[in-house]
């Protein structure tokens, strides 16, 4: 008990000094969001010592920028079960890496989501009112005791999640599957309820004619899934270019000078290979020798020198690969650049995706150090994967790969193309009603899309975004956006518009006339904005450091295995390993 | 499992067991400046005025305060408000009475949009003059029309009434259905048995979806520190009713809980120049309200449509 304690500590220690260390590009960044994450914090004491009035929020207006960051932000935490859902129920391989960079994001937004209602409250010295059992919680009358209880309970499903699975990783250990899989399957339907119950804050209030619409609730969801992963998609392709390593000139490994790169010697796999392998998958051990004759049968052992290529990116021969002794690197080259996906130790295997599919090599394995592969031929595999206990290790650790592939990538877009047609839709469907029922409630809307006697400050706001949107849309269905460059483009106008349809345009014209039909209009005070920045980089920070603890653990850089030597990142190198002649 | 490759080179100057002083001095600049600036940041908590001491931060919640602990908290009350004010006011705790449930009667036809009990309301309930928070809102309409889509708030002549205009003056509805109440996250704004929605305002946290959820706009915000002239601090308050507030809280019509709750009539009610405004218990049948409800032909609840059920009648003289 002690012992696993003292691990677990290790483990948050070592993960901790990681946040720390990385290249100027690393500290560069950090430096820019710890500088903006300090303006904010100095505007928020400013509103902490003075009140809201430093807002532009009224009694009029009583909700602003805060609340639709919220909102927003609830959106995106809730878009990371657009990865589970594929990869748990539909058993998309290529999604599965995203998983837990989406769980992260969504740890991320709910941090950022609570700070934003945090920053709204005008006593957050009486947060304690508001914790069940100590305070007084208005539980299920207040759709905002309901949000409280979603939105903390998402953020921890999330954490145990992404925290076990990593821990895993970080131990070499098989997951334990009804330590997280029934949590996956409460976090889908728990991700669908954040964002309803925080359209339900709104729908519910029947004196807000303008929010007070069935559709609301669906187009949270539909909006939040456009968001969601078109931000995965932006940050997946950060995290693909920071952890490229070697540019794709990279002599050894470039195909033209294939016929110069040393090819390691090889003799025959005899028994005692097997027995070395066994003594880091114990579940071989009880292999019966008949078995292990007609595994060995056709298998090679790869004596390596560091800088072997034991396998490349393309080829096709449906060989599997163990590492018996020393280290090996796998590298996939992605727009002329390589970039480390895993690094792999005694007892770990490569190659064996594609030569159980029959596909070409998505990457190339390179010796770090002296080492010794076994090499199988794919039936020998197979007979492998029917030991007892093995073909669950083997096929879970298949499963672990840190391969950003670009068909994720497209997986993501189509999630996003569907979503857009379904926002563009409902908000079409809103409008209709509206406008065509002609009754006293469009005020609201003919204020936002139209103005009303003179007052349109939010005009321009919605029209951007309807514009912003519909663009999107287009380039979503055309096949433009199949290239990165344009899924990119797409991407952002996709974040920036549907930002501003559930912040500015549907939070603040609520309040628009107020239920009085007075007109007052609001617009974010410079001190408000600038809390809201703060806000943003603090999330940032947090997804960057949690991203910098995954990375390396996800790719086997980071593990217990590897705890006695000094950090990899510490000496200063940055993202990449020390890779040493 | 050593690694042959990743062991420090034995040149490498940096003892592979702790820090070298150099790294040493550069973590402690990194921490320093870094302690700098977030105090920096902070600074302006200097002019924080309104932070809660101990006994205010751990107060209970009204319903959950023995009547000891009611007497402590009432007496802390009126030391801040002599801290603050100069002046010593009473601060009652004053419960409903028996067989009372308060309803409000406003003739329209009456009603002259003098905005005389706008005043008198900010008068008798201590609100903050700067900035403004008043608890009735009087609309001019035209004539014919309850459209508030239509109504002027701003409407300033020289002469009240003006030809062509009724006024409606909008406070707290004290609904028998509040929206306000069912939102409110940490139960800081309930129903009394006499029908009064009150505010504990030492338990709000300033959430303002009651605000939201209100249809007649009747709640209001302390956007800062209330400011009162010292002279015109009215000094007969009560804890639910209109001892001084706190920034950032909600606060609203009570009607007049400090008089009610005594046998007076709202402040409002008493300052009505044309007798437009009628108030008084629904339980019992003699009571100037139950008349005018059990008589006129015509009255409305505004927003009868939303299910609210208001205790605040408009009506007419037909």
Known sequence: ??????????????????????????????????????????????????GLIVTGMSDQVSWGVYIANFTFLVGVAAAAVMMVIPVYIYKNEELHELVIFGELLAV????????????????????????????????????????????????????????????CRYRGRTPAKWFYIPFVFIAIVWAVSIHTVTAFLYVGLGGRPFWNSAIVGPRFLASAFTAGPALIILAMQVVRRVTASAPANDTSLSRGELGTVQRPKSRAAASSDLD????????????????????????????????????????????????????????????GRFRITRSLGPGEQFGEIS?????????????????????????????????????????????????????????????????????VFLLANEVFKEFYSGNLHVASSKYLFLGLHGHH????WI???????????????????????????TCVLCIVGIWIEKGMGLVIPGFIPTPLGELVEYSPSLNETLVCFGIWAFGLLCYTIFLRMAVPILQGRLSKANEAQPEFGVSGVGPQPAVQP | MPNPTSTPHPSDPTPPDGLSRRSFLRSSAVVVSGLAALAASLSPLRHLNDFPNVEQFLQKYYKELTPEEMATVLKRIEDEVERQYGLRPHVRDLKPMNGVEFVYALNLTRCIGCRKCVHACVAENNQSRTPEIQYIRVV??????????????????????????????????????????????????WQEADGITVIDYNWCIGCRYCEAACPYWARHFNFTSPSIPKERLNLDMAYLGNRPRRQGVMEKCHFCVQ????????????????????????????????YILRTKRVFIQLKEELGTSPRFFYYFDV
Request: with cysteine; hydrophobic share 45%.
């Open chain 1, 108 to 167: 991320a937004a709910i941090l950022m989501c609570l700070a934003f209602v945090t920053v709204d409250l005008g006593r957050p010295d009486r947060f304690w009112h508001l914790i069940p059992g100590i305070g007084q919680f208005n539980f299920p009358a207040s759709m905002l005791s309901w949000d409280v209880l979603v939105l903390n309970g998402y953020l921890l499903l999330n954490v145990h999640i992404c925290g076990y699975l990593l821990y």
């Open chain 2, 259 to 290: 008089r009610t709750r005594v046998g007076r009539y709202p402040a409002c009610v008493e300052v009505c120049p044309v007798g437009a405004r009628k108030f008084g218990n629904i339980l019992d049948p003699e009571s100037e309200v139950s």
């Open chain 2, 140 to 189: 001019r309409l035209p004539h014919g029309s309850l459209d508030l889509e239509k109504a002027e708030h701003n409407y300033n002549p020289e002469m009240v009434p003006e030809k062509g205009y009724f006024y409606m003056p909008v406070q707290c509805q004290q609904c028998k259905n509040p929206p306000c109440v069912k939102v409110c996250p940490v139960h800081a704004t």
């Open chain 1, 1 to 50: 008990m002690r012992q696993a304690v003292r691990n677990y500590l290790v483990f948050l220690w070592r993960c901790g000094r990681l946040a720390f260390v990385g290249d100027w590009r690393y500290y560069t960044w950090m430096g820019v969001l710890s500088v903006f994450c300090l303006l904010g914090l100095n505007a928020y004491a400013r509103q902490f010592a003075n």
């Open chain 1, 355 to 423: 030569a159980l599919a029959g596909t070409p090599r998505t990457g190339s394995a390179v010796a770090e150090e002296p080492a010794l592969i076994l090499s199988l031929p794919v039936d020998s595999l197979r007979k492998l994967m029917t030991v007892p206990g093995l073909k669950k290790i083997i096929r879970s650790r298949m499963s672990e790969r840190l391969l950003i592939t670009d068909r994720a990538l497209m997986t993501l877009r189509s999630i996003v193309q569907v979503s857009m047609l379904i926002n």
């Open chain 1, 276 to 335: 070395l392998l066994a003594r880091h998958l114990p579940e071989l051990a009880s292999v019966p020798k008949e078995a292990r004759q007609s595994i060995l049968a056709g298998a090679t052992v790869l004596e390596a020198n560091a800088g072997d290529v034991l396998l490349r990116q393309g080829n096709t021969e449906q060989r599997a690969f163990f590492v018996l002794k020393g280290r090996v690197v796998v590298k996939r080259e992605e727009g």
């Open chain 1, 463 to 489: 029209w951007t975004a309807i514009g912003f949107n519909l663009v999107a849309m287009v380039l979503l269905v055309l096949p433009v956006s199949r290239s990165l460059k344009w899924l990119n483009v």
């Open chain 1, 457 to 460: 400050a939010l005009v321009p």
